[in-house]
């Protein structure tokens, strides 16, 4: 993978592997839902692990039965194959 940045073809044909994803002011995101609190951030931490492993650390927001997650790759100025493998590696803990 490379910091290379995504065309609009490339990005949308990304977007078919993760449902639920959008690309909203810049970035790539989605919320989660949870049962408890405590669940979202069980989920939360494992999303950390995930990224820490990828080296590329997402935004992520916790709030009572949420959890936004959102990447873009800054040193890239938009998204990147990064960005998308980040999103499935999430997408994997949630299902």
Known sequence: MTYHKLSDAELAAG?????????????LARTFTFNTYKDGVVFAVAVAFEADKLNHHPDIAIGYGKVRVSTVTHDAGGLTDYDLTLARLVQRLAN
């Open 15 to 27: 977007l078919t592997e993760i449902p639920g994803w959008a690309v909203g002011d810049g970035a």
